[in-house]
C-alpha cells in the first residue's frame, strides 16, 4: 500500500467572506505552512522572556540529532522538557543579557544551538507581559559535540531507551501539517545555524544571538588562541557592526516551480529527471536568479529546460521547503501560440518533457500520487503516469490547473 499522505494545513480564517477571495479565489495552504505558533518575533532579544519561557512546565524541546528530528513515529514528533535538556544547555543560557553574553564572547565555549520557535497560544502555557500567552516551543541541536558530548550522548541514550528515535527518514512528509510546520521551523534554523559558524565579512567565529535567529560578529574574543599581536581580545573591525548588515540573518533561498499549461488550456507540460522511476513526472523549476522577477524566471526555467516560450505567468500558492532553507514560489504559465515546440537541447537537466492532457493529469492525481519509488494507489495501472504527493506544490499546481483554478483545488 501506499504511505499515507497527510492532510493540508488549512488556510487561515478560510470561512470568512472577503473580496480578495472572491477575485482570486481562496488561499491555498502547502506543507510546511500553517504553524500552530505565534513566533512573537520581537521578543527574542528579551532573555528575561526566554528565561522564563525555558524553564515553564508547558515548554517543549523538539530535539535535533545530526538535523534528524526526535518522534514517536513517522507521524508524531516527540518533545523534551526543561529537565531532560538542563544536563546539555546548563541551568539558564539566558540568564545573563543579550549585551553581556557579546562583551563576555570566548569562541573556544561550546554553546549548544537552541531556538526558540513560538508560543502555541492554542494551549495553556506561560503569560507574558499579559499579551503574549501559549505553551513555548524550542528546537535544540543536541548532536554530541565538545564540552557538551557527554550530556548529550546520555540524553540520546535516555530517549531511546524509552522508544523514541531520531527519524532518518529524508523529507518527513507524513507528519501532520501543523507539526510539519514546526519541524520545518527548527530544521531550517538548526541547519542556517550550523552551516554558519563563521561571519561572512570577516572570516572569524560568531555568536548565536536573538534565540538563534540572528548571528553576531563580536568585537571581542576572549579565548587565546585568537588574540592579535597586543594580546587584548580585540577583534579587527567587521563591517557587520555598523550600518545596515543582512549578512547574519538566516537566509531563505527563493525557487520557482511552475505548472506549464498550452495556449489553448487543455494540455500540461511535464517533465522528468533521469534518476526518477519509470512513468515518473513532475511540474518544472528552478532557482530564482539575482534581480530577476518570479515571473522573468518561470518563463526563463521553462525555456531552458523544455524549449517552451511562456506568455502570462501568474502565481498560485508558496510553500516553505527546509532542505535547507528554500521557499518554493508555485506559478502557473500559459505558453504563447506558437511557442509550444518541445525543445531539451538547451540544459542537460531533464531527461524528457511531455504535454499530458487534463485527463490524463486529473487520473494520475487521483490513483497514481506519491513519494518516487513509492507504491501507488489499488487503482493503479501499470504504465500510467505518476505524479508527486499532495505534500508537494507541484501536485496543488496540478490539481489547480486541472481543477479549472477555481479555489484552487481538484475536481478529482
Ligand atoms: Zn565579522
Given at each position: 500500500m501506499p504511505a499515507p499522505q497527510p492532510e493540508l494545513p488549512e488556510p487561515a480564517h478560510p470561512d470568512i467572506d472577503s473580496m480578495l477571495s472572491r477575485k482570486f479565489g481562496k488561499e491555498i495552504a502547502n506543507y510546511f505552512s500553517g504553524s500552530p505558533l505565534n513566533r512573537v518575533s520581537f521578543l527574542r532579544p528579551d532573555h528575561t522572556f526566554l528565561s522564563q519561557a525555558l524553564k515553564h512546565p508547558s515548554t517543549s524541546f523538539l530535539l535535533f540529532n545530526k538535523l534528524e528530528p526526535l518522534v514517536k513515529s513517522p507521524t508524531e514528533l516527540a518533545y523534551a522538557k526543561y529537565s531532560d535538556v538542563q544536563p546539555v544547555i546548563?541551568?539558564?543560557?539566558?540568564?545573563?543579557?543579550e549585551e553581556e553574553l557579546v562583551k563576555e564572547y570566548d569562541s573556544s565555549t561550546y554553546i549548544p544551538q537552541l531556538v526558540f520557535?513560538?508560543?502555541?497560544?492554542?494551549?495553556?502555557g506561560l503569560i507574558y507581559k499579559d499579551h503574549y500567552k501559549g505553551a513555548p516551543f524550542f528546537a535544540l541541536d543536541i548532536t554530541p559535540k565538545d564540552a557538551a558530548t557527554a550530556a548529550a550522548e546520555a540524553l540520546i541514550k535516555d530517549v531511546e531507551s524509552k522508544g523514541l528515535s531520531f527519524s532518518k527518514g529524508r523529507m518527513h512528509l507524513s507528519l501532520p501539517a501543523q507539526e510539519a510546520a514546526i519541524y520545518a521551523e527548527a530544521r531550517h534554523l538548526l541547519d542556517w545555524n550550523a552551516r554558519n559558524?563563521?561571519?561572512?565579512?570577516?572570516g572569524y567565529p560568531t555568536l548565536s544571538v536573538n534565540a538563534g535567529f540572528k548571528r553576531t560578529c563580536p568585537s571581542k574574543d576572549l579565548a587565546a588562541s585568537v588574540q592579535n599581536a597586543e594580546n587584548t581580545p580585540d577583534r579587527p573591525p567587521c563591517?557587520?557592526?555598523?550600518?545596515?548588515?543582512?549578512?547574519s540573518f538566516p537566509r531563505t533561498d527563493p525557487t520557482v516551480i511552475m505548472a506549464v499549461v498550452s495556449s489553448d488550456g487543455q494540455k500540461i507540460l511535464l517533465g522528468r529527471q533521469k534518476?526518477?522511476?519509470?512513468?515518473w513526472y513532475s511540474t518544472l523549476a528552478g532557482f530564482l536568479e539575482p534581480a530577476e522577477s518570479v515571473e522573468e524566471a518561470v518563463r526563463r526555467e521553462v525555456w531552458e529546460e523544455s524549449g517552451i516560450h511562456l506568455g502570462r505567468v501568474v502565481i498560485h500558492s508558496t510553500q516553505p521547503w527546509p532542505y535547507p532553507a528554500n521557499l518554493m514560489i508555485g506559478a502557473i504559465g500559459q505558453a504563447i501560440p506558437g511557442g509550444e515546440e518541445i525543445h531539451l537541447g538547451h540544459d542537460a537537466e531533464l531527461e524528457d518533457a511531455k504535454w499530458f492532457t487534463a485527463d490524463e493529469v486529473r487520473v494520475a492525481l487521483r490513483v497514481g500520487t506519491g513519494g518516487p519509488g513509492e507504491p501507488a494507489g489499488p487503482e493503479y495501472k501499470e504504465g500510467g503516469l505518476r505524479l508527486p504527493p499532495k505534500t508537494a506544490i507541484a501536485n496543488q499546481l496540478m490539481a489547480a490547473v486541472v481543477g479549472g483554478f477555481l479555489g484552487g483545488e481538484a475536481k478529482i
Open positions: 546548563g541551568n539558564d543560557p539566558f540568564a545573563k543579557t520557535l513560538g508560543l502555541d497560544g492554542h494551549k495553556e559558524p563563521f561571519c561572512a565579512a570577516c563591517a557587520t557592526r555598523t550600518g545596515v548588515s543582512n549578512l534518476l526518477w522511476p519509470p512513468y
